[in-house]
Nanobody, 123 residues
Framework: QVQLAESGGGLVQAGGSLRLSCVAS????????MAWFRQAPGKEREFVAA???????YYADSVKGRFTISRENAKNTIYLQMNSLKTEAQAVYSC?????????????????WGKGTLVTVSS
């Protein structure tokens, strides 16, 4: 059974930085793409970033140049480095992964989800 556990959320001032982590278990981590999503109160869940098994990365336009996704296969972990945070980044951030070895369906291919970690950005 695939399990995902996020950590690293917290309170940060606008303009600051935060790094989120997500540890995966239950299967061979390095084979699969991983992604970050976020959901702000009263809003739909939105895609943030993804990284495939070849370390290719994909970003939402709203975070390009400020957020960096990475993976460390030896630790079954992905990270999301968030810099220059804006108040609109305040949300619950969840990691996700797919059934497929490939990122061929993009964000919609993600089927396993963690519970999320809360990021609060103060102005």
């Amino acid at each position: 059974q695939v399990q995902l556990a996020e950590s690293g959320g917290g309170l940060v001032q606008a303009g600051g930085s935060l790094r989120l982590s997500c540890v995966a278990s239950g299967r061979i981590f390095s084979y699969y793409p991983m992604a970050w999503f976020r959901q702000a109160p009263g809003k739909e869940r939105e895609f943030v970033a993804a990284i495939d098994r070849f370390f290719c990365t994909y970003y939402a336009d709203s975070v390009k140049g400020r957020f960096t996704i990475s993976r460390e296969n030896a630790k079954n972990t992905i990270y999301l480095q968030m810099n220059s945070l804006k108040t609109e980044a305040q949300a619950v951030y969840s990691c996700a992964t797919s059934h497929s070895y490939y990122y061929d369906r993009g964000p919609s291919g993600m089927v396993y989800w963690g519970k999320g970690t809360l990021v609060t950005v103060s102005s």
